[in-house]
């Protein structure tokens, strides 16, 4: 009798069992189970993952906006010093021509 195959059924799925082995009936459930535990952390580590990425995903299109608003201002700020610049340079200009020296 311990060399018939008997299947059982479990959750919807079919265990083959030789005989009366309760063991390896006890091995697949166990097996079984560590798999759909296996499975469940699988996913609860895909979705942790998936939110980390879109925090990075957040950080990194923060940081570029920054990055772009930063270099606006700063090539502001030099147009501004090169226009400053070159009529400080005018000025000076006017000032140290030969007819505007004779005045001084």
């Not at 059982?8 to 097996?31: C, M, P, Q």
């Not at 940081?63 to 010093?81: F, G, L, M, N, P």
């Not at 000025?91 to 005045?103: A, D, G, I, M, Y």
Request: proline share 1%; glycine share 4%; aromatic share 8%.
């Amino acid at each position: 009798m311990s060399d018939q195959v008997s299947t059982n059924f479990l959750n919807g799925t079919g265990a083959t069992v030789v005989g009366n082995d309760n063991i390896s009936l006890w091995r697949y459930i166990v097996t079984r189970r560590w798999r759909g535990v296996q499975v469940q952390e699988m996913e609860w580590d895909k979705k942790d993952l998936e939110r980390q990425l879109n925090e990075l995903k957040l950080k990194f299109e923060q940081s570029e906006r920054a990055a772009i608003e930063q270099r606006q201002v700063d090539e502001k700020k030099h147009a501004e010093e090169i226009q400053f610049l070159k009529r400080t340079n005018q000025q000076l200009k006017v000032c140290n021509e030969p007819w505007n020296l004779s005045r001084t």
